[in-house]
Structure formats: C-alpha cells, structure tokens
C-alpha cells in the first residue's frame, strides 16, 4: 500500500491496532490483477484478501481491519 500510495500520491493513515501487527498492515504482501479500474476498486483489489478495509476522502486513505 506504502508503494501504492506514492505513486498515486494518496496519503495513508493506519490503523493503530495494525501498527502492533506487521503482517496485517504495511508489510502484507499483496499481488493482484487489476485493470480498468477506479481508486476505490484498485484499494478494494489489494486491500479485500488481506482482511483489510478502507475508507477514502480525495487523497486520504484510512484502512483498518475488516469487520
């Protein structure tokens, strides 16, 4: 996601509980294909199977565990 966001210029704000957990949060490793996609279906693809979830406001990206 930290890669994600820089070239995509979004600002990330995690999580606190996921800080505690590094395999969860910024250091997950993710693949996926994704074509045509907007903003939101692109995090929904990286973020979705790793239990994630998000909410975003322009370039703020908030993600927190999945209920």
């Given at each position: 996601?930290?890669?994600l966001a820089r070239q995509?210029?979004?600002?990330?704000?995690?999580?606190?509980?996921?800080?505690?957990?590094?395999?969860?949060?910024?250091?997950?490793?993710v693949s996926c294909d994704?074509?045509?996609?907007?903003?939101?279906?692109?995090?929904?693809?990286?973020?979705?199977?790793?239990?994630?979830?998000?909410?975003?406001?322009?370039?703020?990206?908030?993600?927190?565990?999945?209920?």
């Open positions: 996601i930290d890669q995509l210029q979004l600002e990330v704000e995690w999580d606190a509980a996921l800080e505690q957990t590094p395999a969860l949060g910024r250091e997950a490793s994704v074509r045509d996609a907007d903003l939101d279906e692109l995090l929904a693809a990286v973020l979705t199977p790793t239990g994630l979830t998000f909410e975003r406001e322009g370039k703020t990206v908030s993600i927190r565990r999945g209920e």
